[in-house]
T-cell receptor, first 114, second 113 residues
Framework: AQSVTQLGSHVSVSEGALVLLRCNYSSSVPPYLFWYVQYPNQGLQLLLKYTTGATLVKGINGFEAEFKKSETSFHLTKPSAHMSDAAEYFCAVSAAGGTYKYIFGTGTRLKVLA | DAGVIQSPRHEVTEMGQEVTLRCKPISGHDYLFWYRQTMMRGLELLIYFNNNVPIDDSGMPEDRFSAKMPNASFSTLKIQPSEPRDSAVYFC???????????FGNGTRLTVT
């Protein structure tokens, strides 16, 4: 069984400040992990993914995430927030080699303050 | 590539009516997913197909919901009869292979009055 927990349904940061969005997962098999972003009235878009190999993955728009198996975490970071980063962010887990079933977290809405 | 195309973008209907949502996946993608998004429950997987065959429909809430994929380029999600609690945004997504990232459509916002 798999699950995803996103800590903080709402996060506010100042423009130029560090963005940190937290995601913890539970998986009985090696996980594939994803971060998606959703802008208003749109579908979800892939930011980045971890499957195997390097545990620090870089995505679009300057975001990156680090897979930490010991902490079962996959937190999303960006060194400097931009106004255009305001959106909802979803962490998702899928089972490597298992049933293809994405499980999404409940989402974190990021607000960027001028 | 036009991406995943969903229609209509908005649907307003009265309780008891039949609603049909449509999805055209990206050409060559073998997997198709239907999700429902609400404030209360977040993103819920309703059903997914592999090569037009339904693989897991355990997320379909009730018998009022049905989904079909008659060919590789088209899928429908039908609700009959609709109820106010079905109001949500319904997303279709597709992917080329097992565990590939999902490509989402822009969703259909359904309002049942």
């Amino acid at each position: 069984a798999q699950s995803v927990t996103q800590l903080g349904s709402h996060v506010s940061v100042s423009e130029g400040a560090l963005v940190l969005l937290r995601c913890n997962y539970s998986s009985s098999v090696p996980p594939y992990l994803f971060w998606y972003v959703q802008y208003p009235n749109q579908g979800l878009q892939l930011l980045l993914k971890y499957t195997t190999g390097a545990t620090l993955v870089k995505g679009i728009n300057g975001f990156e995430a680090e897979f930490k198996k010991s902490e079962t975490s996959f937190h999303l970071t960006k060194p400097s927030a931009h106004m255009s980063d305001a959106a909802e962010y979803f962490c998702a887990v899928s089972a490597a080699g298992g049933t293809y079933k994405y499980i999404f977290g409940t989402g974190t809405r990021l607000k960027v303050l001028a | 590539d036009a991406g995943v195309i969903q229609s209509p973008r908005h649907e307003v209907t009265e309780m008891g009516q039949e609603v049909t949502l449509r999805c055209k996946p990206i050409s060559g993608h073998d997997y198709l997913f239907w999700y429902r998004q609400t404030m209360m429950r977040g993103l819920e997987l309703l059903i997914y197909f592999n090569n037009n065959v339904p693989i897991d429909d355990s997320g379909m809430p009730e018998d009022r919901f049905s989904a079909k994929m008659p060919n590789a380029s088209f899928s429908t999600l039908k609700i009959q009869p609709s109820e106010p609690r079905d109001s949500a945004v319904y997303f279709c997504a597709s992917s080329p292979t097992n565990n590939s990232p999902l490509h989402f459509g822009n969703g259909t916002r359904l309002t049942v009055t």
